[in-house]
């Protein structure tokens, strides 16, 4: 789930910026080819994709800066991981 | 606690209510029918969730939104002790605009005109409170923001600056004061960038992505001229090129045609889906996304 999860973020990414040389550790903001707007097109996309719903604490920064910490931000929103939790 | 008014709930009526809510202040937003101003809301409550990603403070959407009520029309901010204007860059309908609101509001009311280009004399000569007639340039989006140009009228009375300096310090802005001067400082330069930027693509001098290119890695912009076109609007851009133009009568300021081309078909930049780049397509295409115009 969460490689599959890494690589469509990946390959959202790579579409919108197909020059980036990115690997799913990579720190997107700090590589410098994406902003803020970006950030915000991300949770939409991500919501959408794996209908989830991003609780308001977890939209920060630090959780779209890879697509690693993507994926288990997906993870940790995903009715399943909600219900093992419980 | 004054009541504030804010006129017209397009992107940057959405981005003042926000910000003066998210700063305590109650607010009335109104557009002309209240299904815009309603849809308002729906946007306000998805950017304050996005707050934070934007490098703003930790916002409740219940909490914000607790302190916005919608209407339509001017009598719905009849009530308001300033009023925040926020419509379409096109005289007439602002010239409109500002009768009504002149009819609706209380004789002390304070009306600010946030414009990028209008000038704030001519907006006080539709009244008759030339006196409480005052520009705010706010920048988009609002709430991010931390400046805006602050201009007077000729008539404008310094109790109404020293009034709007201080609701601009509660909304966390820095209110830098110039003349007023159509266009101000600002878009007397970003306007014609922005112009000069889609003949270079209309030309075929260069594509929208290296335009852009050359503003982020050249200059160290944040962003291009072009993507800032579509993150203002590109019929706002068209529209202030056009008040440039008519109220100088000077040709450095006309329109590119491919502005008007794209704001006839609907190309308005992000709020539309589509500008000089295309927000729309599948986020997983393989493409640069660049609109092909």
Known sequence: MSDHVQEHMLGFVRGRYPDAQISGSDDIFALGFVNSLFAMELVMFIEKEFSVTIPNDELQIDNFRTAQSMSELVARCSPVAASAQA | MDVMGVVGAGVMGIGVAQNLAQTGHEVILVDKDEATASQALVTIRNNCRMSRLMGGPALDPDEV???????????????????????TENWDIKRAVYEALDEACQPGTIFIVNTSAIPITKVAAVTRRPAQVVGVHFMNPVPAKPAVELIPGFHTSPQTVERTRELLTAMGKKAIKVNDSCGFVSNRVLMLTVNEAAY???????????????????????????????????????????????????????????????????????????GFYDYTVSRTANSKESTNV
Request: aromatic content about 8%; glycine content about 10%.
């Open chain 2, 65 to 87: 939104l607790a302190r916005i009520t919608i209407g339509a029309g001017a009598d719905a901010v009849a009530k308001a002790d300033i009023v925040i204007e926020n419509v």
């Open chain 2, 200 to 274: 270079l693509l209309y030309e075929g001098v260069a594509d929208a992505e290296s335009v852009d290119e050359v503003f982020r890695s050249c200059f160290g912009h944040p962003m291009g001229p072009l993507e800032t076109a579509d993150l203002i609007g590109v019929d706002t851009i068209l529209y202030s090129v056009e008040v440039l133009y008519e109220h100088y009568s000077d040709s450095k300021y006309r329109p590119c045609p491919l502005l008007r081309q794209m704001t006839d078909a609907g190309l308005h930049g992000r709020k539309s889906g589509r």
